[in-house]
Each structure stands twice: as structure tokens, then as C-alpha cells.
């Protein structure tokens, strides 16, 4: 059983960067041809795809964010992070790591997702 599960701070100020890792049991991110992924949804509205990272390493991110957005890899720790910079508090979201159709039945892993407030 796949299970991911989000870590890092709640509350970011406006301007500094927001850093989220995702954990990972359940499968290797260094040997599984999966698009290891961040989605977020800011308050009230839909679900936006930020970008993801696969197996091999390369990375693919959405084009509205690619100016501030990195995502990396600890395949000895079995994680996954997130980095967003510059954030204003239009990045205030519930972030998610997620596998888009990994299960054995095509859907996605979803973490439980994280609320991120972007204050001062």
C-alpha cells in the first residue's frame, strides 16, 4: 500500500520561499515509473497541477509557475520536496503530493494535503 504524506510549515510570509517534502512509503521514488507530483487548491477554488518529478530525476512544471517553482528528490530518504519562491498570498493553498493513476486500479495516491498560509 502506497502512502505519502506531506510535511512543512503552515504559516509563510509574503516574499520568502515555501519548502514542503513529501514522504513516501510503500514504493521506491529512485526505481518507479511514476510521476511523483505536487497539486495544490487555494481556498474556494479548483485544484491547479504545480509540477512533478519522475524516476529518472527530470522535472516538469507547470508553466505558470516555472519561474519559481523546483521540485527534487532524497531517494535515500524515500522524499520528495517541493520549493515555491517569491510566494504572495495567492499561494495560500492546501497543498498534495500525489501519484496520478499509480493504483493497481488506475487512480491516483494522495497525500492528506496541507494547508499553507502565506501571511505576514
Known amino acids: 500500500q502506497v502512502q505519502l504524506q506531506e510535511s512543512g510549515p503552515d504559516l509563510v510570509k509574503p516574499s520568502q520561499a515555501l519548502s514542503l517534502t513529501c514522504t513516501v512509503s510503500?514504493?521506491?521514488?529512485?526505481?518507479?515509473?511514476?510521476?511523483w507530483s505536487w497539486i495544490r487548491q487555494p481556498p474556494g477554488k479548483g485544484l491547479e497541477w504545480m509540477g512533478a518529478i519522475v524516476y529518472g530525476g527530470s522535472t516538469y512544471y507547470s508553466p505558470s509557475l516555472k519561474s519559481r517553482i523546483s521540485i527534487s528528490r532524497d531517494t535515500a530518504k524515500n522524499q520528495f520536496s517541493l520549493q515555491l519562491s517569491s510566494v504572495t498570498p495567492e499561494d495560500t493553498a492546501v497543498y498534495y503530493c500525489?501519484?496520478?493513476?499509480?493504483?493497481?486500479?488506475?487512480?491516483?495516491?494522495w497525500g492528506e494535503g496541507t494547508l499553507v498560509t502565506v501571511s505576514s
Open positions: 500525489v501519484i496520478p493513476e499509480a493504483a493497481p486500479d488506475g487512480t491516483d495516491y
Open positions: 510503500g514504493a521506491s521514488i529512485s526505481i518507479t515509473n511514476y510521476y
